[in-house]
């Protein structure tokens, strides 16, 4: 029996431990599939249909962006010293899931409303265009430094996804599926959610963090196991 599962990743592409997050996803997903195919795991296929959904950290953000320095003193009063400490861990835990932060290069904070729109579009595409232009973005921030708001940074990206990058020129130079992102925006914000990253299984189950794989895998089977148990017919 294949159970099908929703999973609505909630997200900014300046969000280190988003980048975590789905790193971590990814691992636990690879961990089930290879369950199945290899028939150990007893109560059949685990598939995932999975969607990034909009979420800005920063929405007012101005385009030339912020010193992350003055920026986290700003927002939470952390010194330079608390910091340093969170960006190792973020680098350690990287470096744990495969993600290659390169803390050296990201020393600004910039507006990701476009980069958001563009993940909207190729959502329309497919999935698997939309997931390779969400790495393409978090590669661009967090390993090569650069600014994920720049309109050449997003066409590079969407070609590096496979996607129309003469389309994506269209979208950037016009407000198209502004409302569409921004409405998403807005049903994540009056559903609580208000920190990322937030993983959303089959609509109902919530899984907040960038998470061990351990931790989505668990709950990834358990939501898998009550989709069984509605589905299974009543004595």
């Known amino acids: 029996m294949t159970t099908q599962l929703k999973i609505d990743f909630v997200s900014d592409v300046s969000c280190p431990w988003c980048a975590i997050g789905l790193k971590s996803l990814e691992q636990a997903l690879e961990r089930l ?24 950290l920063n929405p007012q953000m101005a385009p030339e962006g912020q010193d992350i320095g003055e920026h986290l003193a700003e927002k939470y009063g952390a010194t330079p010293e608390q910091t340093e400490r969170t960006r190792e861990a973020i680098r350690a835990r990287g470096e744990a899931v495969g993600f290659e932060f390169r803390m050296d290069k990201r020393d600004r904070i910039y507006n990701t409303f476009d980069a958001h729109r563009l ?30 708001g720049s309109h050449d940074v997003l066409l590079r990206a969407a070609g590096e996804a496979g996607l129309d990058t003469a389309r994506a020129r269209e979208i950037l130079s016009s407000d198209e599926f502004a409302e569409d992102t921004r409405r998403r925006e807005r049903f994540y914000l009056d559903q609580g959610i208000h920190s990322v990253p937030a993983v959303i299984i089959n ?3 919530l899984v907040q963090g960038g998470q061990p794989a351990e931790v989505f895998e668990d709950a990834l089977r358990k939501v898998a196991q009550a989709s069984r148990e509605a589905r299974a017919p009543q004595a």
Do not use: C, M, V
Request: without cysteine.
């Open 33 to 56: 599939a290879a369950d199945s195919n290899s028939g150990s795991d007893g109560d059949g296929e685990i598939r995932a249909e999975l969607h990034f959904q909009p979420f800005e």
């Open 203 to 205: 609509d109902r189950y």
């Open 119 to 148: 993940l909207h579009w190729a959502e329309l595409e497919g999935p698997a265009q939309q997931a390779a232009l969400k790495h393409a973005l978090f590669r661009a921030y967090f390993t090569d430094g650069e600014n994920p």
